[in-house]
Each structure stands twice: as C-alpha cells, then as structure tokens.
C-alpha cells in the first residue's frame, strides 16, 4: 500500500490488520512490549484512533469504528 505524506513529513508505511475492539488490541500493543501514546478516542464522526509505539519507538496508529 503506498504512503501519502507531506514532503516535510517521515517515511510512513501503511497496513491493513483487524482486532475485534480497538481498546484490546492496544492492551495487547503494551503487553507486547508497546506503548500507548494516545486513546482509544471517539472523533466526532464516530471514527474511534489510538497511537502506540513498537519496542523500537515507531508511531503507529490505528482507527476503527468500534
């Protein structure tokens, strides 16, 4: 899948995966070895995002809608 990015912006790479609840598939991120940086949140839009880093300290996020 390609990137879109603004130029200004780091290389990112984007995947599709698929967790039954947001919220479980960040506990599981930490119990990894991950970090939650951010959420679950619900947007406006009912579109719900968190943020995690790898044991690495790579950004990754995620979206869904439950």
């Avoid at 951010?38 to 880093?53: N, Y």
Wanted: glycine fraction near 14%; charged fraction near 25%.
């Amino acid at each position: 899948m390609a990137s879109r990015r603004a130029p200004d912006q780091p290389d990112a790479d984007e995947f599709p995966a698929s967790w039954p609840s947001l919220l479980r598939g960040l506990q599981r991120a930490e119990r990894l070895g991950g970090k939650r940086a951010m959420g679950p949140e619900r947007a406006p839009s009912g579109l719900v995002v968190g943020h995690f880093t790898d044991p690495e300290g790579n950004l990754i996020g995620v979206a869904g809608t439950a």
